[in-house]
């Protein structure tokens, strides 16, 4: 289905897993990950807006939805009762969070050489550990998350199918 489609669909909460074919950060995330997810950002309607919680250069933010309307994705149900997600949304968003080109540097080092994730993340942060923060803001148990995880580990930690897969 395409974005059109998918927008009612989509509720707070939700994990949109992004399949980005578009630069090269995109196609390392893929190549090193061996995954089709680029990007993560946790879905949230504001009246009939529908917004995502997401990292990207400038730090967390929400931008709206529509801004991969021409990309393809994927929506897991959200995994916490969605008026904790939202709350946790709001409360990581007050937050000083920039983002953590680092953790790049060090998920890579981790899935080519093997080399061990730190023992904790710290204030700063990439796309898919805000979506993991906001889950474990939720009370979402950290079972099996690594300490900084790429979009596939936050998608894999979501434990099911996607519900909807969002296609240009």
């Known amino acids: 289905m395409n974005y059109a489609e998918a927008r009612g669909l989509i509720g707070t909460g939700d994990l949109v897993a992004v399949r980005s074919h578009r630069g090269g950060l995109s196609a390392i995330t893929r ?8 990007h993560t950002a946790v879905a949230i309607w504001l009246g009939a807006r529908l917004l995502l919680a997401e990292m990207n250069g400038g730090g967390a933010c929400l931008v709206p939805a529509s801004k991969y309307a021409d990309t393809d994705f994927d929506v897991f149900a959200c995994p916490v009762h969605s008026t904790e997600a939202e709350g946790a949304i709001f409360d990581l968003l007050g937050l000083d969070i920039g983002y953590d080109f680092g953790d ?9 050489l093997g080399r061990p994730l730190p023992a904790a993340d710290d204030k700063d942060l990439i796309c898919s550990a805000l979506s993991a923060s906001i889950y474990l803001h939720a009370g979402l148990p950290r079972s099996g998350l690594p300490s900084i995880p790429s979009p596939r580990d936050v998608a894999a ?3 099911v199918a996607p519900t909807l897969e969002v296609r240009r």
């Open 31 to 38: 190549v090193v990950t061996q995954s089709p997810y680029t």
């Open 104 to 112: 790049l540097l060090r998920i890579a080092q981790h899935e080519l």
């Open 157 to 159: 930690w979501m434990g």
